[in-house]
T-cell receptor, first 115, second 110 residues
């Protein structure tokens, strides 16, 4: 069983389009994250949600909107895609309350290419 | 956020021990030291973490300096599958995101 899954694995699209990436975790965790890994391989946090509530929102364009329908899912919607959005997007999850567990579990990544 | 400094790359022979160093001279008293690794084309994977004492698990050992300003990840017998980028990260606590640096790219040769 995959602990953190993402769909799609690959996404190729044109500039200006709107796309969504889905993430699901079956670990029962209460906190989920989106990270972006650019072409230089730097991994940066974008957002994090705890029990469907946004708790981290880094300096990310408004075109990116996370949505958490329940604590097992955190989706990422991107409007008006730009060339610079091409990257690998990783979802992760961890348990914060009532017992904090240090480990974050990452999904396999979604490779987005904007043409 | 406290920063970590790691060598850009290291090389090891298969089945030999590997010591991956990390400097974190500005670490605060409550920061945990985490190590993650990222195999090619995969998401980051937890390796080990510690606060003050040395730690062992099935994957690796973590040796933490007495002043906590540096640490070393030890892979006891490197395998080809251990070739990855290894990240040393200081964690501020519950719910905080991981602040990944450049990491150390480990090459394991047969």
């Amino acid at each position: 069983d995959t602990a953190v899954s993402q769909t799609p694995k690959y996404l190729v699209t044109q500039m200006g389009n709107d796309k969504s990436i889905k993430c699901e975790q079956n670990l029962g965790h209460d906190t989920m994250y989106w990270y972006k890994q650019d072409s230089k391989k730097f991994l940066k946090i974008m957002f994090s949600y705890n029990n469907k509530e946004l708790i981290i929102n880094e300096t990310v364009p408004n075109r990116f909107s996370p949505k958490s329908p329940d604590k097992a899912h955190l989706n990422l919607h991107i409007n008006s895609l730009e060339l610079g959005d091409s990257a690998v997007y990783f979802c992760a999850s961890s348990q914060v309350r009532p017992v904090f567990q240090e480990t974050q579990y990452f999904g396999p990544g979604t490779r987005l290419l904007v043409l | 956020d406290a920063k970590t400094t790691q060598p850009n790359s290291m090389e090891s022979n298969e089945e030999e021990p590997v010591h991956l160093p990390c400097n974190h001279s500005t670490i605060s008293g409550t920061d945990y030291i985490h190590w993650y690794r990222q195999l090619p084309s995969q998401g980051p994977e937890y390796v080990i973490h510690g606060l003050t004492s040395n730690v062992n698990n099935r994957m690796a050992s973590l040796a933490i300096a007495e002043d906590r300003k540096s640490s070393t990840l030890i892979l006891h017998r490197a395998t080809l599958r251990d070739a990855a980028v290894y990240y040393c990260i200081l964690s501020r606590g519950p719910g905080y995101a991981l602040n990944f640096g450049k990491g150390t790219s480990l090459l394991v040769t047969p």
